[in-house]
């Protein structure tokens, strides 16, 4: 591929698959730069070029050009082959500050995962110029252990770059009265609830008298083009904004929810994304209620309480935006 003159700002592994909170993710990490980097050509790469393009852009890149790497919650064991692309990233770029954008790191205390810890530690350690960003305060208290050797890796903490951006910015629209709870759980590795549970959220949405609907933030399908990407974010913000209420225990489900003003309920996952991210940075808000799995019990009055929250609009973030301005520094002092 051939770059455009002027420094550049590459974002590596940008979402060209059918996760719509990945797809979030690449826009809203996007956007922000374009943003901070007002002078800079930001150029994404998507994540099935990787390997058909790292040899091209090598050999055009220079010393000021800055590469960045997609947020997200694929670091570490789990999701191996996204991993690996990541490091060969950074092995690619010697002579370029490398940053990490907000993620989430998974780890337990198999073999596996110890062995790609430490692949982790080997790889990133050499790099001279490198900035990793955790997006919850458990993975950020496990990095700095991690690297508590390496002086050359920086430990941040930010939220997930998605909190960075609104409904509007990322292309939903809001054209429908609210009607009707959007049920949005997940049914894959990262699920926690049990079949017993999954049937007492049933009913009790069901008891609401409500059309439940079910839905997802997954569609499938690999190497989309740009403008199918953005269709698939802009139409999920927009049902979310269509609804009175959702439930999910999916990160994004809650992250896009609260974009789109829409009060949501929300339940754990397997591992600690959900629950920290809540935790550090959305404690408060006034439209989230997050229920522990020994409290699904009592689901109904969570329910009816946030049936009668009002809605948000689509311009708000999350968060206040000076909660990335670490992130900033490190992008801007080059």
């Avoid at 943003?35 to 390997?51: D, M, W």
């Avoid at 370029?96 to 198999?110: E, K, Y």
Wanted: glycine share 6%; charged share 25%; with cysteine.
């Amino acid at each position: 591929m051939t770059l455009t003159n002027g420094k550049r700002c590459f974002i590596f592994l940008s979402a060209d698959y059918g996760n719509i909170g990945d797809i979030a993710i690449s826009y809203a990490q996007k956007q922000y730069l374009e943003n901070v980097l007002s002078s800079y050509h930001v150029v994404s790469i998507p994540i099935s070029q990787t390997r058909f393009v790292l040899s091209s852009i090598k050999k055009q890149v220079k010393a000021d050009d800055i590469v960045t790497i997609i947020g997200g919650g694929n670091m570490g064991g789990i999701y191996a082959d996204i991993e690996e692309l990541r490091q060969l990233v950074i092995k690619s770029f010697p002579s370029n500050r490398i940053v990490c954008f907000p993620q989430t790191l998974d780890w337990d205390n198999s073999t596996k995962s110890k062995r790609a810890l430490k692949t982790i530690v080997k790889t990133y350690s050499k790099h001279p110029d490198i900035y990793v960003f955790a997006r919850e305060s458990i993975t950020q208290t496990k990095l700095i252990e991690l690297f508590n050797r390496y002086n050359n890796v920086n430990i941040g903490l930010v939220p997930d770059i998605v909190m960075s951006a609104t409904a509007a910015s990322l292309g939903a629209t809001d054209i429908l009265e609210p009607s009707g709870i959007l049920r949005c759980l997940r049914d894959d590795k990262e699920v926690a609830l049990t079949t017993t549970q999954y049937a007492i959220v049933d009913k009790a949405l069901a008891d609401t008298g409500y059309k439940i609907e079910k839905t997802d933030t997954h569609a499938g399908g690999s190497q989309l083009n740009e403008i199918h990407c953005a269709k698939l974010l802009a139409d999920k913000l927009s049902q979310f904004r269509a609804a009175k209420l959702v439930v999910t225990d999916r990160l994004h489900g809650m992250i896009l929810c609260l974009l789109s003003g829409t009060p949501c309920l929300v339940l754990p996952n397997s591992n600690h994304k959900i629950r920290q991210t809540q935790l550090d940075w959305l404690r408060d808000h006034p439209r989230l209620t997050f229920l522990e799995l020994d409290k699904v019990d009592s689901i109904d009055e969570s329910i009816t309480k946030l049936l009668s929250v009002p809605k948000g609009n689509l311009k708000d973030s999350p968060v206040d935006i000076t909660v990335y301005n670490d992130l900033k520094k490190v992008l801007i002092n080059i």
